[in-house]
């Protein structure tokens, strides 16, 4: 079965110092086993920069960019990482991005869709709301590409999975007072799913937020494989086996159960308008 080593890179991020967070970057794939190596949301930022975002963003062939692309393919790392980046058609939007610098020199750019807007969070005032899901082929894996609150959507998991995700990644700047819930939410999606779950969230305090950390990689089942510090810097890292998801899937098997009318009638409601 295909064997891999996944990198949960749990720091904290300069906030508006892109050179700084890029070193570091550097540093830790370089040092590192994982074939997979993945940053927190915003990480070559921090989060979020305000009033910067716009000189900050990039499009795919940014300096920044294009130095991740690089280190990817010398190091042959599927390395994944947050930053603001600019539509490549309409001047001023900007998204808050997951990408995915392959070993083979490819990058994948998801735009997220699910932007929280409610108690200390206000990312629909500075981001434009992403309309792709993305799975990522990298060298090591297939990966659905995910960011932060677009965990708590369980439709948006299913279809990377059907799309052939062999786990889900999830980059992450989630405060303390978010913990508990992701904690709850996350061996779920990993186990209605049949996927790996890779979660890399973000330490230290930018403004009022306190970023909790707790990193965490899942097997199929919804076990936990590795877990990372709270509010600290930590890497972690482990070896996983990919073929794990065929025999979740043959001792539950979820995936082959699901019925397309129901989500069907989903869909029907929502359009309806007539949410309780």
């Given at each position: 079965m295909p064997k891999t080593v996944?990198?949960?890179?749990?720091?904290?991020?300069?906030?508006?110092?892109?050179?700084?967070?890029?070193k570091r970057m550097r540093d830790i794939v370089k040092k590192?086993?994982?074939?997979?190596?993945i940053f927190p949301e915003l990480s070559l930022t921090g989060y979020l920069p305000r009033d910067d975002l716009f000189s900050l963003a990039e499009t795919v062939v940014g300096p920044?960019?294009?130095?991740?692309?690089?280190l990817a393919k010398e190091t042959k790392?599927?390395?994944v990482f947050g930053a603001p980046m600019k539509d490549e058609r309409v001047r001023g939007l900007v998204y808050n991005s997951c990408l995915l610098a392959t070993g083979r020199g490819r990058l994948y750019r998801y735009d997220k869709m699910y932007l929280p807007t409610f108690g200390p969070?206000?990312?629909r005032v500075f981001f434009a709301s992403g309309k792709d899901v993305v799975v990522a082929h990298g060298l090591h894996a297939k990966?659905?590409?995910?960011?932060c609150y677009d965990m708590f959507f369980p439709e948006l998991a299913r279809l990377e999975?059907?799309?052939g995700a062999q786990m889900l990644v999830n980059i992450s700047a989630a405060p303390t007072t978010s913990r508990p819930f992701f904690r709850r939410v996350m061996p779920g999606r990993a186990v209605e799913n049949s996927v790996f779950v890779a979660y890399s969230n973000m330490v230290g305090v930018h403004g009022s937020l306190v970023f909790g950390g707790g990193s965490v990689l899942l097997s199929p089942r919804g076990e936990e494989i590795v877990r990372a510090k709270d509010l600290e810097e930590d890497i972690v890292e482990a070896e996983i086996d990919l073929g794990d998801v065929e025999i979740a899937r043959r001792l539950r098997p979820t995936i082959r159960d699901i019925r397309p009318e129901i989500l069907d009638e989903i869909g029907a409601?929502?359009?309806?308008?007539?949410r309780q």
């Open positions: 996944v990198t949960l890179a749990q720091v904290t991020c300069q906030l508006h110092d892109k050179e700084a967070n890029l590192t086993n994982g074939k997979i190596v920044t960019i294009k130095a991740v692309l690089r790392r599927d390395i969070f206000e990312e990966l659905g590409l995910t960011i999975t059907l799309l409601v929502l359009r309806r308008g007539n």
